[in-house]
């Protein structure tokens, strides 16, 4: 994740500027701006929002402003697509740095939401979701567009299930 304007994007109320991007575009919240732009990456949204927003802000934000597990879970669910879609530009399984690509998603995912945290058990948690993801027969050129891809949530439900067993 990287933009060309990011280090000023850290001067000043960054929290501000992202609100009043938000509301800019007509949004009431941050979570009504997420949540109209499903398969969307990080990336885009900050592009979206302003030269001096930086994608990482977006992350922290979106995973560090829940209230409570389920809220966490749905973040963390729906920030794995964002990663997902940003990183794997070809699609599941397509392009020759497939490979480098699908790792880059998934470390980056799984560092930001360990230390977003709001739950005991998060590194064991974000673990288990690439587990069961790898797993997963995940047919060649897909790419998540919501939260609510049948392979995202089965990779949580097997990772949920294996934490509570």
């Known amino acids: 994740m990287s933009k060309k304007n990011e280090p000023r994007a850290w001067i000043g109320d960054w929290?501000?500027?992202?609100?009043?991007?938000?509301?800019?575009l007509g949004f009431a919240s941050l979570d009504h701006f997420f949540l109209a732009r499903p398969g969307r990456g990080y990336e885009a949204l900050?592009?979206?929002l302003g030269e001096d927003v930086a994608p990482l802000q977006l992350v922290w934000r979106h995973l560090r402003e829940?209230?409570?597990?389920?809220?966490?879970?749905?973040?963390?669910?729906?920030?794995?697509?964002?990663h997902l879609v940003e990183h794997l530009k070809r699609g599941w399984m397509r392009g020759v740095n497939f490979?480098?690509?699908?790792?880059?998603?998934?470390?980056?995912?799984s560092g930001e939401v360990e230390r977003a945290g709001h739950r005991a058990g998060t590194r064991q948690l974000t673990e288990?979701?690439?587990?069961?993801?790898r797993?997963?027969?995940?047919?060649?050129?897909?790419?998540?567009?919501?939260?609510?891809d049948n392979y995202i949530k089965?990779?949580?439900?097997?990772?949920?299930?294996?934490?509570?067993s």
């Open 128 to 133: 288990s979701v690439i587990r069961a993801l």
């Open 46 to 48: 900050a592009r979206e």
């Open 66 to 82: 829940c209230r409570g597990d389920d809220e966490f879970l749905d973040r963390a669910a729906d920030s794995l697509m964002r």
């Open 15 to 24: 929290h501000q500027r992202i609100d009043d991007g938000v509301i800019r």
């Open 154 to 164: 089965d990779a949580f439900h097997t990772a949920l299930a294996s934490s509570s």
């Open 99 to 109: 490979e480098f690509n699908v790792v880059s998603a998934i470390v980056t995912w």
């Open 135 to 148: 797993q997963l027969s995940i047919p060649e050129g897909w790419l998540p567009s919501t939260r609510e």
